[in-house]
């Protein structure tokens, strides 16, 4: 296999603490040390920064069937999610739409500069395969070359029927799996209830005796509006006090979102070795809370950055949502830097994956990198260009994408398939009118 060489960089992020301007040498998938050997191929990144591939660590890819949905916007979180499910319902959420949403949602992500999505799914009607679903998101995601994690979620489903179907999607698609990861990196599966809005201590003890008996991660979501509404009307308690006594707050569970998370609540949850997810773009624009993001970091949390899904967010965009989650971060007077964002949207979201190998450019790394422009007008006066990739040129794009040691983008176009091939595949939703005005 050729030795790759990518050399010139303005700024090399190795990772969430070191920076360097030194070549990047890829050999077989991998970040190996160098000096490069003679006849590697050489590639030209002068004037750019070079960072690890983006971990999405919270998507919902079907949403990407869903976005700019007049008649969702700025609602309470209990009536966004009873509109979403209208939308579902009348657009008849099967394999194929499931297998569209997800190609569009991959394709953009790579083309944004993430290399691996963890994609919470939510939704699985009873007339429909819960394996036929799984399927057709993982095809999605291997025909067009991103890293996929997924996340077979439940929300109101029956405990026992969702686990077994976990192990099912395990059988057909895992069975070389080691701790959920497929041989090749390229797949893995978690377990992940919406919330305790939704799901019981059932579906939280089924889903948790699965993953323990498989090695799956475990995945949920916490503090939003109508978490902490539903937790307080049913159980008279607050979200993390029920994960907590549900056995779901430890070192293999990462939880989205933790809006509005009190000072107790951090604590109990930094104590619990658990991993948290950051979805600004998602919960700032919706008017859902926004979570303490320096103070869960000085707390010695590992955070992680993610997404959500197209019905609050409209975009798979990671690093506009580490540019929302460093200038929301002043507004909530926490302020986190531009590292610390990139950190996050790199090895701190690949860490509550359990993915020691991704989020990183340190030799033995997979080979998952971005390669960002920083030559243009959109830069000029940046005395860091790292910074600069949140400060300056709000909504770039990288030039060249690598998932394991292969070109996904080069010079910004999608290589493994027709991108808008892959959009004109994937058809409008029905979408209903807007809320009447005031």
């Not at 209990?78 to 099967?94: D, K, N, Q």
């Not at 429909?128 to 998101?137: E, I, K, L, R």
Request: with cysteine; charged share 20%.
């Amino acid at each position: 296999m050729t030795t790759l060489v990518l050399e010139g960089a303005a700024s090399v992020m190795i990772d969430g603490r070191t920076v360097g301007s030194g070549p990047v040498v890829v050999r077989h998938g991998a970040v190996v040390e160098g000096p490069a050997p003679a006849d590697a191929e050489v590639v030209d990144v002068s004037g750019c920064v070079v960072t690890p591939g983006l971990v999405n660590a919270h998507h919902h890819l079907l949403q990407s069937a869903f976005r700019s949905r007049p008649d969702t916007r700025f609602l309470p979180m209990r009536e966004w999610l009873a509109r979403m499910g209208e939308r579902y319902r009348e657009a008849g959420v099967g394999p194929e739409l499931t297998a569209a949403a997800a190609a569009v949602g991959a394709a953009e992500s790579l083309l944004c500069g993430v290399t691996t999505v963890a994609d919470h799914h939510l939704t699985w009607p009873r007339d429909q395969d819960p394996v036929a679903m799984a399927g057709a998101t993982i095809g999605a995601a291997r025909r067009v070359g991103a890293r996929l994690v997924f996340v077979r979620g439940t929300a109101r489903d029956d405990p026992d029927a969702a686990a077994q179907s976990v192990a099912d999607i395990h059988q057909t698609y895992l069975l070389d799996a080691v701790g959920g990861v497929t041989a090749d990196g390229m797949l893995q599966l978690a377990v992940g209830p919406s919330g305790v809005h939704a799901d019981g201590p059932e579906t939280f003890a089924a889903l948790a005796e699965v993953a323990a008996r498989l090695g799956l991660r475990r995945r949920t979501q916490a503090n939003e509006q109508i978490d902490v509404e539903i937790a307080a009307e049913k159980y008279g308690r607050r979200p993390l006090e029920l994960l907590d006594e549900w056995g779901w707050l430890a070192d293999d569970v990462t939880v989205a979102h933790l809006c509005e998370i009190t000072d107790a609540e951090l604590d109990l949850f930094a104590r619990s070795g658990a991993s948290a997810t950051h979805a600004p773009g998602c919960d700032v624009p919706m008017g859902w809370g926004v979570a303490r993001v320096a103070a869960l970091r000085n707390a010695g949390v590992k955070v992680g950055l993610g997404t959500s899904g197209g019905g609050s967010n409209d975009a798979g965009h990671l690093l506009a949502d580490a540019r929302l989650a460093m200038q929301v971060s002043g507004l909530v007077g926490e302020p986190v830097s531009a590292r610390e964002c990139l950190a996050m949207a790199t090895e701190g979201s690949a860490a509550g994956l359990g993915r020691s190998e991704l989020g990183h450019l340190r030799p033995g790394a997979a080979a998952d990198l971005c390669v960002w422009d920083c030559s243009d007008v959109h830069d000029a006066g940046v005395p860091d260009p790292l910074d600069g990739l949140l400060w300056a040129g709000p909504g770039r794009r990288p030039r060249d994408v690598m998932v394991g040691g292969r070109w996904v983008v080069r010079d910004g176009e999608l290589l493994t398939a027709d991108s808008r091939a892959l959009a004109a595949d994937l058809r409008p939703a029905p979408c209903g009118a807007p809320p009447p005005g005031p």
